[in-house]
């Protein structure tokens, strides 16, 4: 390039210079309160646009225009026809199938009838994909209630509209249908759901619910047969919060429980009682077990108990409740001899950890199938399919079932590839340390919660080897399975555990509905189908946390912290989080400011 094209023009390197003195510079005065009125000249532009936006948006939400029309209905469902075991109607077609084109298009589809409203029925919801199935939802309530905060709500700290989600407006999502009705019984060969639904005049009519695929997510019901006395004598005070003794259903909620209730007499008490009365309250938890919180990492548990002493608390451990009367509670505790000794406690209010029995529908289903032997809860595989039902119609989660982890009674399935490879008998094999590792793999597949005792494959096969000849016979494969089924635990009865079944069966019905065109082309009916299109349910701890009292302790598996307002605001983003809808975390958000500014509600209605 030429050196005389990178000099600019003489007129480009002359700076004009002006004679003009300089502008005056201002007071810092005068700038600060140009900017202040500037700043709020902009935040008043803002919030005023904001509310008026909000007021065009509450303006376009009324309606004058009449929402009334006529319905297309079927005559299916306005007169169904009568059938099965008990001649009851069959309710094959619902009056709403044709409200909305997302209904028409689904009422052709697969009957999917998912029973109960809890975590387990809310998740499978929220992941199931849009028009592959004719949804409807059976429950004999119609919210879902968030329990992990119920705690908060029994003592004001959040209300408790702040903790249900109405299950409607969950259902909408997959354009499914509610009935709030109670499941009787079921029909296995017949695929038919007996329900029963009261009128506005009490009375009861049942009918029956087609299905293809029936999800059961019922629960528990609770049970005061242990606690002797009246139950009346329960709730005596100003506070008589009977759907708080549904929801505590676990010790720890229960100590949250007084935690919260401490909360309230320390911070809210003072200002609208007479402080004296505050000296006249005592908090006390009986506790059963040497430890509160129990489930959690020992330090843990020691940091709770330190914090409740601090807080005048009183820890009952190793004590028994033996009878609730009007005024006192009795309860037994050992000496320092070991000997058992019956103390009393005064009572004004007692609110407890209720136990829990299996619910008559799920009894009724257990009673139909011999496999059922198990008296607390329904037995599935670990693709969460009833065992007993036909294969791939009924699925069982949340409390009401327990997944079951017969590894050695497998042992036999786990072995027939390998016999028919080498055309023996699969009881008369000897299998190599490769072969080990190919029915391990399998092993795995089929049960995942065997996986973290399945790690060393070499130091297994080499404990089992008994007579040291570099093979396992039957015999010492079948003891090894059996040392791996003891080690199995049953899944905890938590919304954690509940949720993630909900979240996976979800995911495999949407594969089933994806693979079910090339299935029918295919004349693919019978066989393995959720095996074939979707691996086994494996249930993955993703930790605990507990509130106790203006601190929070968190036990994460290998990382377990506790701590003071700071662990406080990260419990709260962590349910925050996991609530079920935007709309129940503004309400949670709106509360919390709420105790902030005003402090508790300390009314009785």
Known sequence: MNQEQLVPPIDQRIRLISSAPLPARRSYAYRFIYRLFAFTGGFILVVGGL?????????????????????????????????????????????????????TRSKNKPKLVVLGS??????????????????????????????????????GTLELRSLVEPIRRIVQRVQGHFLRAEAVDVELSERLLEVAQTDASGRKSHFYLPYDKLVVGVGKLNTT???????????????????CERASAND?????????LFDLLNEDLGRAFPKLLRNEVSVHV??????????????????????????????LT???????????????????????????????????????????FCKRIAEKLEVQTNKHALETDPHLRLNGAPLGSVYAIGDCSTVQNNVADHLVSFLR??????????????????????????????????????????????QYDRDKSGTLDFGELHE?????????????????????????LAKKLNKLAQAAPGMVANEVAYGDLDDAVYRAFEYRHLGSLAYVGNSAVFDLGGMNFSGGLLAVYLWRSVYFAQSVSFRTRVLLAMDWTKRAMFGRDLMNF
């Open 51 to 103: 509310v008026l936006a909000f007021f065009v948006y509450d303006a376009s939400t009324y309606r004058e225009d009449l929402t009334f029309t006529d319905i297309s209905v079927s005559e299916e469902a306005l007169s169904p026809r009568i059938g099965g075991p008990k001649n009851l109607p069959i309710a094959e077609a619902l009056v709403d199938d044709d409200d909305c084109p997302g209904n």
């Open 118 to 155: 809890g975590w387990g029925s809310v998740a499978l919801l929220k992941q199931l994909n849009l028009d592959n199935y004719h949804v409807t939802v059976v429950s004999p309530v119609n919210y879902f209630l968030f329990t992990p905060m119920l705690p908060s709500g029994t003592v």
């Open 225 to 243: 047969s242990y606690l002797l006395g009246s139950v009346a004598h329960a709730t005596r005070g100003d506070y008589k919060p009977s759907w």
């Open 252 to 260: 720890d909620e229960l100590e949250q429980v007084a935690a919260e």
């Open 286 to 315: 009986i506790q059963s077990r040497g430890h509160i919180l129990n489930t959690y990492d020992e330090a843990l548990s020691k940091y709770a108990e330190n914090k409740f002493a601090h807080d005048q608390v009183e820890v």
């Open 318 to 360: 190793n004590s028994r409740v033996k009878e609730v009367r009007p005024d006192k509670i009795l309860f037994t505790q050992k000496d320092e001899k070991g000997e058992t000794v019956v103390k009393e406690l005064p009572m004004g209010f007692c609110l407890w950890s209720t136990g829990v029995s299996q619910t008559d």
């Open 417 to 462: 590839t390998l016999a028919y490879e080498k055309g023996k008998d699969p009881e008369k094999m000897h299998i190599t340390f490769k072969e080990w590792r190919a029915v391990a793999q399998r092993v795995k597949k089929r049960f995942p919660q065997a996986s973290d005792h399945l790690r060393r494959l070499d130091r297994l096969f080499e």
């Open 480 to 504: 090894l399975l059996l040392q791996i089924d003891s080690k199995l635990t049953s899944l905890p009865a938590t919304a954690q555990r509940a949720h993630q079944q909900g979240q996976y």
